[in-house]
């Protein structure tokens, strides 16, 4: 079946992008776009957030209302959004660096009010933009600009980290599993709440070419090899574990999402707040005085 | 004196490595990054015996260099625009703290919209925070500059933070020669850190950083205010001293052809290179054109400022940044406020230029000398450049 056209969500005229061969963000932004066609979204009620570095630049490039904001911030302008206008597909697209590191404390109460907003990690382990430099992902004992011993800090399972935060929707895949990704976005978009996909993604140029993986293609097979769903992760031992990594959906647990529950604390309290005549008494005593 | 083929960044990194710091914290930025990049490669090759924090932000960062700096060390970063701004919360601290953490600073616009390219708006938007802000021309005096701040900064007058400035790409990646010192002789130069106060002395614990209200946060302030009128005085004794041991001397200011000037240029950073090669053509054509560059931006300069220009028909004050105030840019301002006392008073035009890494050509700054031989009254601002 031929893949369906989906130059309309696309700014053509700020092509070529600025993706270096074999990166593999092309691959994240395209699937996202698949499935946002796929629920068939009004493009007008989509908004598209995005932080700085590599995976940030996506928003420039698709024609939604779209707001490329500052290094980690993403989430707080997306919040800002979504309460303005919870009726908005609110789609937040971001790095490793993004929003683990210099972001990392807006993703942990984005995740634990579970306020309606869709996050797409790029996750590619690294800062590809400034050079290589490791991030919070960046697993432990590699290499990297900034540790050319190998990686000293424990990267973190960003799965994890947002299950523990409150996150309702949790997904994880890779840039070879391409229509999973798109899947994985269909649901989180339907979840009523804060969804989280993890998407794997290769830097060949920096993080590659320091752990000399030879090219993306590699990387790619590297992501095939080594990516275990949910079943067969379910029974590897610990030391089976060691160098793999799980795939699929890994939490779906929907609780009151945040922008409902503001809007009907408003209502009770409207309610509560209809002036009795004593208050309304009071007033006009106060004002008197 | 070595000479060697240097981008602005590599100069910086090169003189940070031969300062040797205790400890240096940061995190990348465009386009800065590549500063604390060579240096950390430094430390990976055992070339210094620095401690290297890589943070998760520059907020950490800059609060990181804080601890340090509060535990004696010898403390030195680099950053860029957003980086700056997201240090900005501790940047006032340091001040106070009186800690000489050195800052190389790598000039870039502001967000938004988002621009990687110079303009001095991220250094002007930190310029009352009590830290020495020095600028450079080019990369050898970025280098230059960066060693003479620790001196400056560590001064028993002083302690003071500061930032030694360069323009985001026009010399951070642009290759230069330059003359280096010898390893030696730089750490010869350099000398060890005396530590004043440090959290660790056990001998005589001290407290950082506490509450302090309306009872003497004022006369804690004053101290600050106080270090940084010290500080000019500081700026030109290290910088002459410099001249003597290394052949090239700094002040807080350069007059370039500016003795019988009748039209001036005022400019900060690269574009003062560009504008003197314009003002030896405006020379060699009859026209008595100077510049007067300003190296030091904190402390400002006014006095000197105003000495210098007191004997020109008119100058034009360029700025990088706009203050948006209706006043003109930070340059403008401050020395139309400086001008205020003096006797002789130059037509004054500010010119805001080169925002977001708009080039200023040659031509550019022709352009502005013609202008400026027509100027008739002063207060005009005008920004130019732009397109309509």
Redesign the interface.
């Known amino acids: 079946m031929a893949l369906r056209d989906i130059s309309k969500y696309l700014r053509l005229d700020k092509f070529p992008h600025i993706w270096c061969p074999g990166c593999g963000n092309g691959i994240v932004m395209q699937s996202v776009l698949r499935g946002i066609d796929k629920l068939g979204l009004d493009q007008n009620k989509v908004a598209v957030i995005s932080g ?1 570095g590599c995976s940030s630049r996506a928003a420039g490039y698709l024609d939604f209302n779209t707001l ?1 904001t ?3 911030r993403a989430l707080t302008f997306a919040t800002g959004i979504k309460m303005a206008k919870p009726e908005l597909t609110v789609i937040v697209l971001t790095g490793d660096g993004d929003c683990s ?2 972001g ?1 404390n807006h993703l942990i109460h984005a995740a634990r009010r579970n306020i309606d907003l869709n996050v797409v990690v790029f996750n590619n382990s690294i ?1 590809g ?3 290589g ?2 991030s ?1 992902t960046t697993p432990l004992n590699d290499i990297a ?5 190998g990686n000293l800090d424990p990267p973190f399972d960003l799965c994890e980290l947002t299950k523990a935060a409150g996150a309702t929707y949790i997904a994880r895949s890779t840039t070879y599993h391409a229509t999973q990704i798109s899947n994985f976005v269909i649901k989180a978009i339907q979840n009523k709440g804060f969804s989280f996909l993890d998407i794997i993604t290769q830097c060949p140029v920096y993080y590659g070419r320091m752990n000399k993986i030879k090219d993306a293609v590699d990387m790619l097979k590297e992501q095939r090899d080594n990516a275990r769903n949910i079943k067969q992760w379910s029974i590897l031992s610990d030391e089976e574990k060691q160098g793999k990594f799980v795939i699929g959906e890994l939490h779906n647990q929907p609780r009151p999402e945040y922008t409902e529950s503001y809007q009907s604390l408003i209502e009770r309290h409207i309610e509560k707040r209809q002036p009795s005549p004593k208050s309304e008494e009071r007033e006009t005593k106060s004002r008197e005085e | 004196m070595p000479t060697l083929a240097k981008t602005g960044n590599e100069a910086m990194a090169e003189a940070m490595r031969q300062i040797n710091p205790d400890v240096v914290a940061a995190y990348p930025i465009t386009p800065a990054t590549e500063v604390v990049m060579i240096f950390s490669q430094f430390v990976a090759d055992g070339l210094v015996d620095t401690e290297y924090v890589a943070a998760e932000s520059e907020h950490s960062a800059m609060s990181a260099c804080v601890g340090a700096a509060s535990a004696g060390c010898r403390v030195m970063t680099g950053t860029s625009s957003q980086g700056l701004q997201l240090m900005s919360e501790i940047l006032p601290i340091v001040s106070a703290l009186r800690q000489p953490i050195v800052l190389c600073e790598v000039n870039r616009a502001l967000s938004g919209p988002i621009n990687i390219h110079c303009d001095h708006s991220d250094t002007m938007a930190v310029r009352d925070f009590g830290w020495i802000q020095i600028f450079s021309e080019n990369a050898q005096e970025a280098y230059d500059s960066v060693l003479q701040a620790v001196l400056i900064a560590e001064d028993e007058k002083v302690r003071l933070p500061a930032m030694v400035t360069t323009d985001g790409f026009i010399i951070s990646h642009c290759m230069e020669k330059i003359e280096t010192m010898e390893d030696d002789a730089a750490k010869k130069y350099i000398g060890e850190h005396k530590v004043k106060n440090s959290i660790l002395n056990l001998e005589k614990p001290i407290t950082l950083g506490s509450l302090d209200l309306q009872d003497y946060y004022f006369e804690h302030k004053m101290p600050v205010v106080e270090a940084m009128k010290q500080a000019k005085d500081v700026i030109v004794k290290v910088g002459k001293e410099f001249g003597q041991k290394f052949g090239r001397e700094y002040g807080l200011l350069e007059e370039y052809k500016l003795a019988d000037a009748e039209f001036a240029v005022v400019a900060l950073g690269s574009t003062c290179g560009t504008t003197k090669a314009v003002v030896d053509e405006l020379r060699n054509n009859g026209l008595k054109a100077g510049l007067l560059k300003v190296r030091v931006f904190r402390p400002f300069p006014g006095e000197e400022i105003a000495q210098a220009l007191s004997k020109v028909k008119a100058a034009v004050i360029l700025d990088r940044s706009d203050t948006y105030c209706n006043q003109g840019g930070q340059l403008y301002t401050e020395i139309r406020s400086a001008m205020y006392e003096a006797a002789k008073k130059p037509l004054l035009a500010n010119y805001i230029y080169g925002l977001g890494g708009r080039e200023i050509s040659l031509e550019g700054i022709r352009q502005i000398y013609k202008q400026l031989q027509e100027c008739q009254s002063s207060g005009q601002v005008i920004h130019f450049g732009v397109r309509e």
């Open positions: 700085i490329h500052t290094h980690g590191a210099i990392g800062y933009m400034t050079g430099q490791f919070p600009a900034t540790a050319p011993f």
